[in-house]
């Protein structure tokens, strides 16, 4: 039986950088009725707080939910309040070194941007994202970007040799994220599987970056079973076979 969901956010339970519509705000405080439930994505907290939090019943099911902003970098429990229980924040020379990298990168591979929505590259403490055409880039503009993530494949393999030892992953419709070295969604999984006292047989991921270099890939390299979803329409339908399945497990 398994005990822990693990969702990515952005393209997986929302559109990038969009609310959880209702429907998947009701699927997911019915999962939380039945199994602990995890949201791992690149977003920093204050993203949390408003596409998945403000949209959730406040109640007493928020116990059951782990959230860990920055791929696995921060991590939040409910106990009543929101408490953080660790970050992994970069030190000054590193955040210098890291952007410093990330505009050379993007020069190189010479993919001009005409119209930005905001900053390109945002210093999020635990980790360091670019996003193509600025933070609040609308996502009509974002979608027709880099629908085959060919662009940013592009700018990584420019970037891995600038910054060896960092992980450098794909993620959202325009994003690339940074974190230290070995800190990535498998460093999530881990911290949940100690935190919970979860096996990793015992979780499920579902995430829309599954390919290698996807920042979703590493959850499935740390052993878990993995489904790959290719937007909320389809994470609805997989979070209904699951707690379809949960519910079987819990006769009344």
């Known amino acids: 039986m398994k005990k822990l969901i693990v969702f990515d956010l952005d393209g997986t339970l929302a559109e990038s950088k969009s609310a959880l519509d209702a429907e998947m705000a009701a699927r997911l405080h019915d999962l939380l009725g039945l199994v602990k439930v995890a949201v791992i994505s690149g977003g920093d907290w204050p993203q949390f707080e408003e596409q998945v939090l403000s949209h959730l019943p406040q109640d007493n099911r928020l116990v059951n939910l782990s959230l860990l902003p920055t791929c696995g970098t921060k991590f939040f429990q409910y106990t009543g309040e929101w408490k953080k229980l660790y970050s992994e924040d970069f030190t000054a020379d590193e955040r210098q070194r890291i952007i410093t990298s990330l505009r050379k990168a993007v020069e190189v591979a010479g ?65 690339i994220d940074v974190t230290k070295p070995g800190i990535d969604k ?52 997989v979070t209904e076979a699951i707690i379809a399945c949960l519910d079987g497990d819990h006769p009344t």
């Not at 085959?148 to 700018?155: L, P, S, T």
Request: hydrophobic share 40%.
């Open 111 to 175: 993919f001009k941007v005409e119209k930005f929505w905001g900053e390109a590259i945002e210093d999020r403490g635990s980790q360091i994202t670019y996003s193509a055409l600025g933070q609040q880039a609308p996502l009509e503009e974002k979608d027709k970007w880099d629908p085959d993530f060919a662009k940013r494949k592009k700018i990584k393999a420019i970037l891995d040799p600038l910054i060896p030892g960092f992980s450098v992953r794909l993620g959202g419709a325009t994003s």
């Open 186 to 237: 498998a460093y999530g999984i881990r911290k949940l599987r100690d935190l919970l006292n979860i096996s990793l047989k015992e979780m499920i991921y579902v995430g829309d970056a599954l390919f290698v270099g996807g920042n979703d890939y590493p959850a499935e390299e740390a052993g878990v079973v993995s489904i790959s979803v290719r937007g909320p329409s389809e994470t609805k339908c």
